[in-house]
């Protein structure tokens, strides 16, 4: 009789010592669950009021680059180096908001950025070489020019 006793008490502590591991976990999850909420609705927040901000920064960048009267070309290529750069520091930020280690995609997004950089290095050297032709104009469309012994009309 007393062993039964004795094995009824265990089994309660057993059960008791259960519910109270099963209660701190669940206080846990539901800590998480809370801070995870939080999180996400600050980053949704912050995605949309940080996209409206990226649109009024590049209406700004657009009208102020016409009225330096650059070249459409010129106009488009900056507007879209603009947006690329504002979106990936947005992504950054949002991602970084959900707790998630920035480290990563910062690193990856360097690396990525600088193989292709070289990668491309002539047709990018080309590119700015465009890019300067067309904001300083040192000649316009119809002009006869010689350079580097080739020569013809513009």
């Known amino acids: 009789m007393a062993g039964e006793q004795i094995a009824t008490a265990q089994v309660a502590d057993t059960v008791q010592t ?5 209660e701190k976990v669940l206080d846990t999850v539901i800590d ?22 990226i649109k009024w920064v590049l209406k700004l960048t ?3 680059l016409n ?6 070309m010129v106009v488009k290529f900056v507007y879209s180096i603009v947006k690329i750069g504002l979106y990936v520091l947005l992504f950054i930020a949002v991602v970084s908001i959900l707790g998630i280690p920035t480290t990563t995609f910062v690193t990856l997004f360097g690396t990525v950025t ?5 990668a491309l290095q002539g047709s990018l050297a080309n590119l700015a ?6 904001i300083f104009k040192p000649f316009k469309v119809g002009d006869y020019i010689v350079a580097c012994g080739d020569e013809g009309t513009v």
Do not use: C, D, M
């Not at 259960?18 to 099963?22: D, K, L, N, R, V």
């Not at 998480?32 to 901000?53: D, E, H, M, Q």
């Not at 009225?67 to 459409?72: A, C």
């Open 18 to 22: 259960s519910a109270s591991h099963f």
């Open 129 to 134: 070489g465009g890019v300067l032709i067309l």
């Open 32 to 53: 998480y669950g809370l801070k995870l909420g939080k999180n996400i609705l600050l980053a949704v927040i912050v995605y949309f009021i940080a996209s409206r901000l």
């Open 62 to 64: 657009t009208k102020a």
């Open 67 to 72: 009225k330096g009267k650059l070249e459409p």
């Open 114 to 118: 600088l193989s292709v950089g070289l």
